[in-house]
């Protein structure tokens, strides 16, 4: 039992709706909920194999789940092993924008007589047992009350998150298409991989919370068919909101792309335009820096200056044209 102190981050009884005051142990709100109206809510933080076997054995929990529970590497689904309901979910969570997304995973056990939720990573769900135990006429329905305020409760936290990308894909879309000479790609490129990340929590669960809404579960009453149906139509519009931010990355990479093209292509023709005047001084020291004796206007007392014009008038007339055709 010390063992289990260790992961069990609450353990309680409900009876028609109202949490039972007194705190009791595993098996004492095990036998507690086979009681008719009642059912025992039980929130496990990363448990080992080891730890999670006492509660599996309690719960009569299938191999199958533990096993999935334990290692917490699952796609959001949903599935059935016998009366109890498994549901994997995944939760998202980003502090600043300075911080990368960070992934957890819950996977619920959802049966008539109990509720067992096991948390890998980030989705504390403290505030989410005050907010239920507030809703007494709903909790009366049972387990799949929890179930909806759990699910209602990560598509929100993807709500938030995605309403925080999207400020960053604005700036990002600013940055690319503004006349300063920025190369965001490493920015973009982050971004997609938080949204990619944020896209494989969010898509799977979309097909998952449809069967629990069509009421195709016992453990879930047909009372609460609508409330799993708004979350699915929540759902629905976070997914394809970050279905958007993929699209409006593409672009704005390939944009960003054509950018540092374009403007590699207009450095290239202002040097070429700089190669091309620097030419011509060049060509003149060159050919008198010969040292052949007889060579032409070599002796003459303004030959020096007048080179020097006409160096000076053919770099200004290289120059205007340069400038005429935009490569200076």
């Given amino acids: ?39 025992v809510w039980l929130g496990v933080v990363e448990p080992s194999a080891e730890e999670f076997e006492g509660i599996a054995r309690q719960f009569s929990l299938h191999e199958l789940a533990v096993e999935d529970a334990v290692k917490a590497q699952q796609r959001p689904k949903v599935e ?3 009366d109890t309901l498994l549901v994997v979910v995944k939760t998202i969570c980003r502090p600043d924008s300075s911080h990368p997304i960070e992934v957890g995973e819950l ?45 209602d409760h990560v598509v929100d936290g993807y709500g938030e998150v995605a309403q925080a990308v999207d400020g960053e894909v604005q700036v990002v879309e600013r940055e690319v298409f503004s006349a300063e000479r920025t190369n965001p790609a490493e920015q973009i ?19 998952a919370v449809d069967e629990i809404g069509e009421g195709r579960f016992e453990a879930i009453p047909s009372e609460l068919d609508d409330y799993f149906r708004d979350v699915h139509d ?10 958007g931010f993929r699209a409006l990355l593409d672009s704005a990479l390939q944009a960003n792309l054509t ?40 002796h003459w007392r303004y030959g020096y200056f007048t080179v020097l014009v ?8 290289l120059y205007r044209r340069f400038k005429r055709v935009g490569w200076l």
């Fill in 1 to 39: 039992m010390a063992i289990l102190r260790r992961v069990i981050v609450d353990c309680g009884v409900y009876e028609k709706g109202r949490r039972r005051e007194e705190k009791l142990g595993l098996e004492q709100a095990r036998e507690a909920s086979r009681a008719e109206g009642a059912f």
């Fill in 107 to 151: 996977l619920l056990f959802v049966n008539s007589d109990f509720i067992i939720t096991v948390r890998h990573g980030e989705g504390e769900l403290s505030s989410v047992r005050e907010r239920v135990e507030r809703r007494p006429d709903l909790l009366a329905h049972g387990t799949g009350v929890v179930l909806y305020a759990i699910l």
């Fill in 189 to 207: 490129y982050k971004l997609e991989r938080e949204v990619l990340d944020l896209y494989r929590a969010v898509s799977p669960l979309l097909e």
């Fill in 259 to 298: 950018q540092v093209s374009v403007r590699q292509n207009e450095d290239m023709r202002k040097i070429s335009a700089w190669v091309a005047i620097a030419a011509v001084p060049t060509m003149v020291a060159g050919i008198y820096g010969m040292n052949f004796d007889h060579m032409p206007e070599l």
């Fill in 80 to 82: 059935l092993f016998g």
């Fill in 234 to 243: 929540h759902l629905q519009r976070v997914t394809g909101r970050v279905a």
């Fill in 310 to 317: 006409l160096i000076a008038l053919v770099c200004l007339a």
